[in-house]
């Protein structure tokens, strides 16, 4: 199992980014896919999963409404959309296989993360 994230970066508050995981080493399209975040000093935090055919999606509180899951499973990737950005979203970003909240238990299956900050 192989996952690497790219796209993260620093943005200013209210603004975007979009992050990308390119997956391989398994077939994509049959897991459910998942982001999950670390913010300095705090635990892993699930915040998105998507079903194997993208067709369902789900998000924790804390970021529902403005960020969004997808993929595309022709070209084994996961994105993660992130609009209004706050400053309490600065974390290292993974992506994981697997869905929900069971995802936090097995870091074997997250890719190695990308940094993002939302500073002024």
């Known amino acids: 199992v192989q996952l690497v994230e790219s796209g993260g970066g620093m943005v200013q508050p209210g603004g975007s980014l979009r992050l990308a995981c390119a997956a391989s080493g398994f077939t994509f399209s049959i897991y459910g896919m998942s982001w999950v975040r670390q913010a300095p000093g705090k635990g892993p935090e699930w915040i998105s999963t998507i079903s194997t055919d993208g067709g369902s999606t789900y998000y924790a509180g804390s970021v529902k409404g403005r960020f969004t899951i997808s993929r595309d499973n022709a070209k084994n990737m996961l994105y993660l959309e992130m609009n209004s950005l706050k400053p309490e979203d600065t974390a290292l970003y993974y992506c994981?296989?697997?869905?929900?909240?069971?995802?936090?238990?097995?870091?074997?299956?997250w890719g190695q993360g990308t940094q993002v900050t939302v500073s002024s």
């Open positions: 994981a296989r697997g869905a929900g909240i069971e995802t936090l238990g097995n870091r074997a299956y």
